[in-house]
């Protein structure tokens, strides 16, 4: 809803429709990767915080398999972009007329 004068722009001058669905799940794709990775490094580091303040057994060494987290970071991003399906086809759907006519 956010960016609906812009859209409405690009549609007017030209955009096709699988052009505004690349370009919204393309920022959908980079958004849940970056978050992903931000994510792991946060909790790697906050583990280590942890660990470090607290002498229980089983915050000693705390690890991650590198697959587990590479298959984590793929389901989020397969999710990630499912979720920005939606706003995508309906922003495909967009008249350009309307779509600045709202703002």
Known sequence: KERTRELG???ALGATPSKIIGLILQESLL???LSGFLGMIVGI???EL???FIELEYFKNPSIDFNSAMIALFILT????ISGLVPAVRAARLRPIVAL???
Request: overall charge positive; proline content about 0%; aromatic content about 6%.
């Open 9 to 11: 722009i690009r549609k």
């Open 31 to 33: 958004i849940t990767v």
């Open 45 to 47: 580091l906050v583990l």
């Open 50 to 52: 942890v660990s470090y």
């Open 78 to 81: 397969v999710s990630g972009v």
């Open 101 to 103: 006519r709202d703002e």
